[in-house]
């Protein structure tokens, strides 16, 4: 059973830092891949950043600069870290995971199965 533990959210200050993790639980093998996603009030899911299972670690523009993604020691870590964030930074945050997602869909809800109850960061200006 997999399963996506995320912790890290809360409120903080325009320009501040978070680090958010993901603990995951339950892989099979190394096939998995594993991203971060948002999803603030009234829009829709959007993807932040990857840890694709060949290795890449695929980013999105929209958060190049001031979010990396990394992975622990353990290889079931999944960090976030966001600095310089921005009240449209606010949102719940996810990580999700599944097995042989293609790289050039690594950015796609629908091509994950497993999703973490999410953890909510507020950013206020």
């Known amino acids: 059973q997999i399963q996506l533990v995320e912790s890290g959210g809360a409120s903080v200050q325009s320009g501040g830092s978070l680090r958010l993790s993901c603990a995951a639980s339950?892989?099979?093998?190394?096939?998995?891949?594993v991203a971060w996603f948002r999803q603030a009030p009234g829009k829709e899911r959007e993807a932040l950043a990857g840890?694709?299972?060949?290795?890449?670690?695929p980013i999105m523009p929209r958060v190049t600069g001031r979010f990396t993604i990394s992975q622990g020691g353990d290889k079931n870590t999944f960090y976030l870290d966001m600095s310089g964030l921005e009240p449209g930074d606010t949102a719940m945050y996810y990580c999700?995971?599944?097995?042989?997602?293609?790289?050039?869909?690594?950015?796609?809800?629908?091509?994950?199965?497993?999703w973490g109850q999410g953890t909510l960061v507020i950013v206020s200006s």
């Open positions: 999700a995971a599944d097995r042989d997602v293609l790289l050039q869909y690594w950015h796609e809800p629908t091509k994950y199965y497993y």
């Open positions: 339950g892989f099979s093998d190394t096939k998995y891949s």
């Open positions: 840890v694709h299972q060949a290795g890449w670690k």
